[in-house]
């Protein structure tokens, strides 16, 4: 994944409204205005959000008739979840070296 758009994705993924609607498109695919319906803002506001999610990938607008709907892409949440995978390994194996070295000091006060 090109750093850019790990940036954005992070980035689009760092405000909880944007989050909510990736939730609500995780259902399906909704138009502006259903989107829109459980946030106290307004449909300019949330069509901001959306651009943002937008760019980073996430999501893709089509047009069906009169219709503009909205869909997730998960595509990017797949790359970034892959990149954050090395640092979860890291972190398993600092706590397994952790574990270990308590271990020895428990063992020796029991001595």
Same mark, same amino acid.
């Given at each position: 994944?090109?750093?850019?758009? &790990? %940036? =954005?994705?992070? @980035?689009a993924l760092a405000d909880p409204t944007r989050r909510a609607? &990736? @939730?609500?498109? =995780?259902? !399906?695919? @909704?138009?502006?205005?259903?989107? =829109? #319906?459980?946030?106290?803002?307004?449909?300019? =506001?949330?069509?901001?959000?959306?651009?943002?999610l937008e760019r980073a990938g996430l999501v893709t607008r !089509?047009? %069906?008739?009169?219709?503009?709907?909205?869909?997730?892409?998960?595509?990017?949440?797949r790359e970034a979840v892959a990149w954050l995978a090395d *640092?979860? %390994?890291?972190?398993? #194996?600092? *706590?397994?070296?952790?574990? #270990?070295?308590? @271990?020895? &000091?428990?063992? !020796?006060?029991?001595?």
């Amino acid at each position: 994944m090109p750093p850019d758009l &790990l %940036d =954005a994705t992070f @980035a689009a993924l760092a405000d909880p409204t944007r989050r909510a609607i &990736l @939730a609500r498109l =995780a259902a !399906g695919e @909704a138009t502006v205005t259903e989107l =829109a #319906e459980p946030f106290a803002m307004s449909q300019p =506001a949330v069509s901001k959000h959306l651009k943002v999610l937008e760019r980073a990938g996430l999501v893709t607008r !089509g047009r %069906d008739a009169q219709r503009r709907p909205c869909r997730l892409d998960a595509r990017p949440l797949r790359e970034a979840v892959a990149w954050l995978a090395d *640092y979860r %390994d890291y972190w398993a #194996e600092s *706590y397994a070296r952790l574990d #270990e070295v308590l @271990a020895e &000091l428990t063992a !020796g006060e029991q001595r």
